[in-house]
């Protein structure tokens, strides 16, 4: 009897084929399902009735192992969307940033020494402008002039001026594959 239910698989193998197929639209994907719906079969073999329909079991295994794959496909492709909703996926490209840098280092040190001195006791340190005058020993007044026309040459650096000196100049980078807007 067993010889006889074991040709009766393989007799089924055609239309679980077939049916595969319809379902998955691919060869190789549809063979996989075959396989394992005939593995489940097997581990499940105790809840086939004797003298129940065959096909009709084997298909629904196959139907089952489907779903169960697609389930899993798509719960699958949920996390993946979740992961890349977490994951910062636009992060700047790091030599714009040091490029960037290098220019304002460029700018900062092109200033006078005595404007370059002030921003940086006022701006970088922190100190007030009581206490940046007082470290550079000259009148407030002076201080806040010279924090004045450094600030102007920083925001003409900014703005691309062209009265600023060359080395202070701002360089013009040219976009490649695009626009220079």
């Known amino acids: 009897m067993k010889d006889t239910t074991r040709t009766d698989v393989i007799g089924l193998l055609g239309p679980l084929r077939r049916y595969a197929r319809s379902l998955t639209r691919d060869e190789s994907q549809a063979e996989d399902l075959v396989q394992d719906t005939l593995v489940r079969a097997y581990e499940q073999r105790g809840s086939f009735r004797s ?32 992961v890349a909703e977490l994951a910062d996926t636009a992060a700047p490209p ?24 002030a921003l940086h006791l006022v701006a970088i340190e922190g100190l007030s402008y009581q206490e940046a005058a007082s470290a550079l020993k000259i009148p407030v007044g ?21 009265d600023q000196p060359s080395e202070a100049r701002r360089p013009t980078l040219r976009i490649v594959g695009g626009s220079d807007v």
């Open 51 to 82: 003298g129940g329909n065959l096909r009709g079991w084997l298909l629904s295994i196959l139907h089952n192992t489907f779903i169960d794959h697609r389930r899993r496909q798509v719960a699958e492709f949920r996390r993946m969307g979740q």
């Open 94 to 117: 790091e030599q714009e940033s040091w490029m960037r840098l290098q220019q304002v280092h460029t700018a900062f040190m092109s200033l006078p020494d005595e404007q370059r001195a």
């Open 142 to 162: 002076t201080l806040m002039s010279r924090l004045g026309r450094a600030r102007s040459a920083l925001r003409g650096f900014e703005a691309g001026a062209d």
